[in-house]
């Protein structure tokens, strides 16, 4: 699956943003995708997921009831909405794609995630 993230910018803090996440390629085979992010300076951290198939989410527990996973299996397209922006929520934001039948330790370890997309960077000023 090739990935492709866009929507990022500079926002000020309270405002929203929207990223989106084209997949391409063998998205039959996925079985989950989500969103990560990294700060200057820090590791790639995760945000949210979902179940391509069944649509279960996930969330970090910073970012739960401001930001919102979704995704539109007819058009191959991931989506974060990103309401109550803060400062801290500055990064690169990646979306990440995990096969069906392959190694899982869990939805929110990066190494389960087989596919990235290049990453949108997100601005927020205070």
């Known amino acids: 699956v090739q990935l492709q993230a866009s929507g990022g910018g500079l926002v000020q803090a309270g405002d929203s943003l929207r990223p989106s996440c084209a997949a391409s390629?063998?998205?039959?085979?996925?079985?989950?995708m989500g969103w990560f992010r990294q700060a200057p300076g820090q590791g790639r951290d995760f945000v949210a997921a979902?179940?391509?198939?069944?649509?279960?989410?996930y969330y970090t527990e910073s970012v739960k009831g401001r930001f919102t996973i979704s995704r539109d299996n007819a058009k191959n397209m991931l989506y974060l909405q990103m309401n109550s922006l803060k400062p801290e929520d500055t990064a690169i934001y990646y979306c990440?794609?995990?096969?069906?039948?392959?190694?899982?330790?869990?939805?929110?370890?990066?190494?389960?995630?087989?596919?990235w997309g290049r990453g949108t960077l997100v601005t927020v000023s205070s």
């Open positions: 390629g063998h998205t039959d085979s996925t079985y989950l």
């Open positions: 990440a794609a995990k096969r069906k039948f392959t190694r899982y330790t869990g939805f929110a370890e990066v190494s389960n995630y087989g596919s």
């Open positions: 979902v179940k391509w198939g069944g649509g279960e989410t």
